[in-house]
């Protein structure tokens, strides 16, 4: 079965910074994109990125270039998503996506989720 | 504000045929497939139709897409109460070189 199972739920404080998993079960992770959309609370979903294990072609929204970064290891097949100065807007569920290919791909399975939230 | 335009609410009794409409612009849905998504309350959201109108395997024939122009449809016939979920569309946009979402539908089941 394709799975992708993400890292556990975090609370950080303003101005720390994280690094969220997700871990691909179940088919050749390098031949595949992931995707990692964010959704705020009680909000729609957003587009953050997308990478490809396979060679790291990252690329971002513009609405989260320079906010995020997004990495692979390939070796033990996990996608990764990284702050590192967190903002109480950056409280939000992230899910991880497995994306067939850009432009005419879809996502499919999704991960269960990380729910980040973040407070002084 | 959502690139795509999704109606925030839709509602039908048990049996009922209801649509969701999903609106774009000739850089998204013009020009690209549409994708939809189901997300029930407090879970991930999983694949409900790809490429416009094709269903994925599990998803019942009770849902179908349909697309013209810059405007897509999602029809769900027969509704049933587990229907009673949100919905969101989705589609590869050109001017920014990535996918785009609705700002989703939340299906009531009268």
């Known amino acids: 079965e394709v799975q992708l199972v993400q890292s556990g739920a975090e609370v950080k404080k303003p101005g720390e910074s994280l690094k969220i998993s997700c871990k691909g079960f179940g088919y050749s992770f390098t031949t595949y994109w992931i995707a990692w959309v964010r959704q705020m609370p009680g909000k729609g979903l957003e587009w953050m990125g997308i990478i490809y294990p396979g060679d790291s072609d990252t690329r971002y929204s513009p609405s989260f270039q320079g906010q995020v970064t997004i990495s692979a290891d390939e070796s033990i097949s996990t996608a990764y998503l990284q702050w590192s100065s967190l903002k109480a807007s950056d409280t939000a569920m992230y899910y991880c996506a497995r994306h067939s290919a850009p432009r005419v791909g879809w996502f499919d399975p999704w991960g269960q989720g990380t729910l980040v939230t973040v407070s002084s | 504000q959502s690139v795509l335009t999704q109606p925030p609410s839709a509602s039908g009794t048990p049996g009922q045929r209801v649509t969701i409409s999903c609106s774009g612009s000739?850089?998204?849905?013009?020009?690209?497939?549409v994708y939809w998504y189901q997300q029930l309350p407090g879970t991930a959201p999983t694949l409900l139709i790809y490429?416009?109108?094709q269903r994925p395997s599990g998803v019942p024939d009770r849902f179908s897409g349909s697309k013209s122009g810059t405007s897509a449809s999602l029809a769900i016939s027969g509704l049933r109460s587990e229907d009673e979920t949100d919905f969101y569309c989705?589609?590869?946009?050109?001017?920014?070189?990535?996918?785009?979402f609705g700002g989703g539908t939340k299906l009531t089941v009268l």
């Open positions: 989705a589609a590869w946009d050109d001017s920014l070189s990535g996918p785009v």
């Open positions: 000739s850089s998204n849905i013009g020009s690209n497939y």
């Open positions: 490429r416009n109108d």
